[in-house]
């Protein structure tokens, strides 16, 4: 079976990981990829927003199966063209896709169906949203309605940044067409809980819990990143909190988009708080979380790619998805400087018996040697029978691999850690 995968991050290099361990798959083709998931597909150059080539390929090579991971393809219909030119497709249809791509349409969905979120005023009129601000509570949380490469999201401390954040979004278009319309937001506290599920439009089925740390700088301090490193599963989201969220969110998030029309199926990412009145919606997003995939699907122990099929086909309830009741903990070695500006082109070094634990996402292969290209140069992972030992591992992994200027966080899992020591 000929696989095609669209994206080239850590996240792909992981979903391309665990499909390889089904025995039927003869080729795996990444669209980019990037260097290091070189070793594992092939790569071709072809960007993962350029739909019209992606079909071209996909029908030129016979693919039997695709999985569109990243979020802007899969907004932009990318699993609908690969479906109309018959290639079966991991990933919500664009209708679907809204869901992350529209934090406007997210919050009417939750409000119209009672699903648990953040109060919020709803702006297109800049004029509007300032006025709003002046009697505001504050901190407060404004967000760009459309897709902004993960920085539509800004925390005003104060009425000032608030306003500051609103200027920006809505006179200077610092986001595109994607700051026209905002959301002003509650803000809410508690403990973060990311929970990737596996859905066909009928049955949800969560995956392990996860925790990301999305601050650069040690004890969440700093900028905001990408994702600064994961650990799975999550301590916070106890067997009482899931059946919470099961019956109160991710059901009624499924059966929501069924009633507009607009049937989920894939993975729907529940980005959540737990918060003093229980758990609340902070974003959804319709594709695996980077770098939470690197920490989840290592810990499954079904086959990936049947998972996969089920949810294209509606055959999820009838298929097993299990996972490893082991620990699992990645740190992200980035570009000294990320996330503002860094520079790249620096050799990777990586000793051959680690690589299966080493997840490649901004690295590209010059004259043979692996180099930093990206601000997310790679994540360490490891699996262990508890988080201290994956922990402690995992950063055994980073002292062995090197690459100049290298940057990472040191305290990936220390609140987990300290969450596990208060129960
Ligand atoms: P997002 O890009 O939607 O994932 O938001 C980025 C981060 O902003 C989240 O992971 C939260 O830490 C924080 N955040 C978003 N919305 C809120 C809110 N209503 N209250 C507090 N923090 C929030
Ligand atoms: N790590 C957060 C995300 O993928 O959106």
Redesign the pocket.
């Known amino acids: 079976m000929k696989i095609m995968v669209v994206g080239g991050g850590g996240r792909e290099h992981a979903i391309i990981k665990k499909i390889k361990e089904n025995k039927d798959v003869t080729e795996v083709f990444a669209l980019p990829g990037n260097g290091g998931i070189a070793a594992d597909a092939t790569c071709v150059p072809i960007k993962a927003v350029d739909v019209d080539s992606i079909v071209d390929f996909a029908r030129d090579n016979a693919i039997d199966y695709a999985v569109v991971a990243p979020d802007d393809p899969l907004v932009l219909g990318c699993v609908d063209a690969l479906e109309e030119a018959g290639v079966p497709c991991f990933g919500p249809r664009a209708n679907a896709a809204i869901i992350e791509g529209s934090k406007v349409f997210s919050k009417h969905l939750m409000k119209k169906y009672g699903i648990p979120t ?1 109060a919020c005023e709803i702006f297109d009129d800049m004029d509007a949203a300032l006025k709003y601000l002046e009697t505001a509570p504050i901190p407060t ?1 404004i ?1 760009a309605d459309g897709l902004a490469l ?1 920085k ?2 800004i ?1 005003a401390q104060t009425r000032d940044e608030a306003r500051d954040a609103v200027l920006a979004m809505m006179r200077d278009k610092t986001f595109g067409k994607s700051g026209e319309r905002i959301v002003i ?5 508690g403990p ?1 809980v990311s929970v990737l599920s596996f859905t066909d439009g009928k049955t949800v089925v969560p995956m392990v819990s996860s925790m990301d740390h ?1 601050r650069v700088g040690d004890n969440d301090t700093g900028l ?1 990143t990408g994702g600064m490193g994961t650990v799975a599963p999550n301590p916070y989201y106890t067997e009482a909190v899931a059946a919470e969220c099961m019956e109160k969110i991710f059901l009624p998030t499924v059966n929501a988009m069924n009633a507009e029309g607009r049937t989920f199926k894939g993975c729907l990412y529940f ?1 959540l ?1 737990l918060t003093a009145d229980g758990p609340k919606v ?2 959804y997003n319709c594709r695996f979380g980077d770098p939470e995939t690197q920490v989840v699907l290592p810990l499954l122990e079904s086959d990936l790619l049947t998972v996969m099929k089920a949810t294209t086909n509606g055959t999820l309830a009838e298929t097993e998805v299990k996972f490893a009741d082991k620990n699992a903990c990645c740190v992200i070695m980035a570009s000294g400087g990320y996330p503002s500006s860094y520079p790249k082109g620096f050799e990777i070094t990586i000793p051959a018996d680690i690589e299966d634990k080493v997840y490649v996402a901004g690295a590209e292969l010059k004259d043979g040697k692996l180099v930093t290209s990206g601000g997310r140069v790679l994540g360490a992972v490891d699996i262990a029978d508890t988080l201290g030992e994956a922990i402690d591992n995992a950063y055994a992994l980073v002292d062995k691999i090197s690459f100049e200027g290298a940057y990472f966080r040191h305290d990936i899992g220390r609140r987990a850690m300290a969450a596990l020591e208060e129960n």
């Open positions: 953040a949380v967000k993960g539509g999201v925390i937001e509650e803000f809410l506290t973060e999305k905001n980005g708080m902070i974003e």
